[in-house]
């Protein structure tokens, strides 16, 4: 049996006439960027977020980007987030102009814990990037509650995390401004780069629309220089098909993880998801721990079943931070991870059979292995 770690053209066979038919309206149409495919898109994610403001814009990465420039932080600022997250979240930090500091993660949940935030805290720190590693809500009321308390800004990087829950609340609902990326992988992608940003503040939603559309609000009113990073009238219709699915699918997902659990829970070698209590997880990846990580990965793409490692390193391990001066010691939850994580298959179009038969798989290797 072949199993792809994910499968986009399943997808986009289950809904083929919906799309095909919302593509054509918008090359009929022939506006391209803006317009009402946009507009109904950002409103449509903003009411079912329960949130007041959504703007579109080109990826994640620029949503992160346009969220800290628009908070004009100061000269030096200090801003802490994961050690053990994707490039963006920490990159845009430096780009904004302010310093990354990292921050070592919670073993059980593999993200941000208030306490060790706290501990990174110093006269400098103005922000803190809080993210939902996998689709596992981060401690999104104890955060909110030290960002107040310090006086920091809370971001929320949710590109992994479209309608993840902590106490009946949506993440990217409890800071001050979160990141959505649409990008196709994720729970909710688009056919190509998209993102956007939520936030309650209106001011702040306003600075940003402008930033992310050279200043202005409409053509030639530049009341600052911002820079071009627009949602594609395309790819927000095809985004507006798509948000009616999203609850299906990550229902589905969370189907799968339960099947995984039943399937390989006591298996002494791996470690399965943990799932902070009173949250809804979304399972945008489902990562196990496993000994002798990279032996199971290899049989099991032996076996024709295709896994993916997020991520082999550890950011604050990486060469881009090696300016940093960090050893691997230094966030020792982090560097223990890179080594053993492994993502398993989890899409909305996987089987049962086939989730049976990854599970299976891993099992079989452990038993040959006897380790
Ligand atoms: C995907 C991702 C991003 C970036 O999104 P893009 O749309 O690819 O720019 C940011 N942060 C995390 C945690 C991600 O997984």
Known sequence: MKIPFIDLHAQYMSIQSEVDDV???VLSQASYIG????RHFEALFAEQLQIHHCIGVGNGTDALYTILSALDLPAGAEVITPAMSWISSAETI?????????????PDTYILDPQRVAEKITDRTAAVVAVHLYGQAAPMMALAALCRERKLYLIEDCAQAHFTQEGGQYAGTWGDAAAFSFYPTKNLGAYGDAGCIVTRHEALAER???LANHGARVKDDHLFEGFNSRLDTLQAAILSVKLTHLH???TRRAAIAELYKSLLQGVEKIVLPAVRSDTIHTYHIYAIRA?????LKQYLEANGILTVIHYPVALPNLPAYSYLGHRPEDFPVSSGLQEEV?????????TDEQVRYVSKNILEFYAKQGV
């Open 23 to 25: 593509v054509k309206s």
């Open 35 to 38: 317009g009402h495919y946009v």
């Open 94 to 106: 430096t780009q904004a102009g302010a310093r990354v500091v990292f921050c070592d993660v919670d």
């Open 208 to 210: 940003m629309r402008r």
């Open 248 to 250: 299906g699918w990550n």
């Open 291 to 295: 000994r002798r990580r990279d032996a």
């Open 342 to 350: 492994l993502s398993l298959p989890i899409y909305p179009e996987l």
